[in-house]
C-alpha cells in the first residue's frame, strides 16, 4: 500500500483460508471498518489503492507470496464493445433499468436465492436468510445504489437482474451481482457491466470497478475481455493490463 494511507487507520489480518479461485493455495486478507464522517473518503483512498468494499469493512488479499489477485477498472470512455457485446446489448434492448435506493426487498430476496442455488450451489452464501441479505445490502457507509433490471414489455415488469453499485467519485464500482440463472441465454451478467459502462459514460465519470481479476482462474477470464482494463500494481499504481 502507498503511503497516502492515512496513519490513524487501523488495518487488521484474517486468518489463513484455502483460496477460492487458485487450487492449494491459502488466502488472508487485510481490511479495516468503514465508519465515521471519514467512510467516503477513506473508501475513495483505499479503493485506489486495490482494496474492495464489503458491507461496512474494506478488504484487500494478503497471501503470503502471492500476488494473483489483482484490482482492475474498465476505462469507460475508450471501451468499444465487439460484435458479441453488441449481441448482447440488442438481446436484453426490452429491459427497463431503474437505479434505487439502498433497501432490500424480498422480490431481490428470492432472485438472489435462486441465482445462488444454481450457480454457487453448496458456496458459503447459500446459507444467507433475508435479514442476511438485507445486511449485505443495507449496511454501507458509503454511496451505494440498488440497479434493478426488469422485462419493459412483461405484463408484471418481472425482475431478472440486480446490481449492487458503489458510487465513486470518479465512476461506479460493482459490488455483487446476481440475476435470474433461467435466462441464460441473455448472458445478464455481461449486459450488467455493459450499462454500468454506459451509466458511467452518461454521468461524464471514468471507470467501472469489477473487483478482483486472477490472470489464471478460469472463472475470472471474462474480465480480461473489457478493453482498455487497468490493473492496480500496488506501487506502481494502476497500469494498462495490455
Same mark, same amino acid.
Request: hydrophobic share 35%.
Given at each position: ?29 487485510? /481490511? ?6 471519514? +467512510? ?12 474492495? &468494499? ?27 464493445? $465487439?460484435?458479441?457485446? &453488441? &449481441? ?22 428470492? =432472485? ?9 450451489? *453448496?458456496? *458459503? ?9 438485507? %445486511? ?5 457507509? #458509503?454511496?451505494?445504489? =440498488?440497479?434493478? %433490471? ?8 418481472? =425482475?431478472?437482474?440486480v446490481a449492487l453499485t458503489d458510487v465513486m467519485p470518479d465512476g461506479l464500482s460493482m #459490488? %455483487? $451481482?446476481? /440475476?435470474?440463472?433461467?435466462? +441464460?441465454? &441473455?448472458? =445478464? *451478467? ?16 471514468? %471507470? ?35
Open positions: 500500500m502507498t503511503d497516502q494511507t492515512p496513519e490513524t487507520t487501523q488495518l487488521f489480518l484474517t486468518a489463513a483460508m484455502p483460496c477460492p479461485y487458485l487450487p492449494g493455495k491459502q488466502e488472508r486478507k487485510l /481490511f479495516t471498518h468503514l465508519t465515521g464522517r471519514r +467512510a467516503a473518503n477513506l473508501h475513495h483512498l483505499l479503493s485506489e489503492n486495490g482494496f474492495r &468494499r464489503s458491507q461496512n469493512l474494506i478488504y484487500r488479499p494478503a497471501c503470503e507470496g502471492c500476488n494473483a489477485c489483482q484490482s482492475v477498472r474498465i476505462v469507460a470512455n475508450d471501451f468499444v464493445a $465487439s460484435s458479441r457485446f &453488441r &449481441r448482447v446489448l440488442r438481446h436484453n434492448d426490452d429491459l427497463s433499468v431503474e437505479v434505487r435506493p439502498i433497501t432490500a426487498t424480498s422480490e431481490q430476496y428470492e =432472485l438472489f436465492k435462486r441465482y445462488l442455488e444454481s450457480r454457487h450451489a *453448496g458456496g *458459503g452464501m447459500n446459507q444467507m436468510s433475508f435479514v442476511d441479505y438485507e %445486511y449485505m445490502v443495507e449496511d454501507t457507509p #458509503v454511496q451505494s445504489v =440498488l440497479v434493478e %433490471y426488469r422485462l419493459r414489455n412483461h405484463p408484471d415488469q418481472t =425482475l431478472v437482474a #459490488v %455483487y $451481482s446476481f /440475476f435470474d440463472p433461467d435466462l +441464460a441465454s &441473455r448472458s =445478464l *451478467g455481461t449486459y450488467l457491466i455493459l450499462d454500468h459502462i454506459a451509466q458511467v459514460r452518461s454521468a461524464g465519470l471514468r %471507470y467501472v470497478y469489477l473487483g478482483y481479476w486472477v490472470k489464471d482462474s478460469p472463472k475470472m477470464a471474462y474480465k480480461a475481455l473489457y478493453k482498455p482494463l487497468e490493473v492496480q500494481r500496488g506501487t506502481l499504481g494502476w497500469c494498462s493490463l495490455d
